[in-house]
């Protein structure tokens, strides 16, 4: 994050000695670093949600990696940038799933995952419906359970290792709808744990260091706020006014 912000310092000084030799009075009406240094935090920011899913072991889920470019919009001194999912993915719905969790309906033979507390997510009934099934059953037939080839027996990624279990698991199921629906009733069941790969996310990235960094670029009076695409996300950015 250090060296945003010592990019951020050696942009505007760029900027401004292109400018004028004596450079104590900048144009409010123009910011070309602010769009840079946006853009590179929302680069940032993309990336983190990556390491964070595959760090939670989800980053198989669907569409759950493929996050918008980062787009960065100027009205007057105001900058906004909106970050997140395009509306037309479905990850822009389920994924406040995986990132807070949701809470099992229980049951015997229930086994709750790590959900937090704070999860407003809560499943009320123990039978999956046509819809849930279905994704899941879209999820295998999209490859997800494949195996590598059998000559990478040995020396398997973790990942490889729980695919090959999965394919197991496959081959001996009647049917691949009855494992689809076996997996639903099992995560309505016990539940998803809580990942809060975009929460954190966006406290790793729009940080103290942030508001800073972004000061150091601009140092005028200015308002940036960072935007999720359908929501606003707490952190509202760098307010200079």
Known sequence: MSELKAQAEALRNGFLESLSKSYNIVDPDEYPVAEAMLINYGKLFNETILKNLEKSGSIASGKIGELVVPKVTKFGNDYEMW???????????????????????????????????DSPHRYLSPYPNKKMATSILKWYRLGKAKTFQESQKYKLEKSQTKSKKLKKIVNEAESLKKLAYATSAAIKRDGLKTTSYFDNAVKTVFDKEFFTTMATALGGDVQIQIRQIGNKMENNGYNNK
């Open 83 to 117: 970050l997140g999912y395009d509306l037309e993915n479905p990850a822009s719905v389920y994924y406040k799933y995986i990132n807070k969790g949701v809470h099992g309906y229980g049951g015997k033979n229930a086994k709750p995952k790590k959900v937090k507390s």
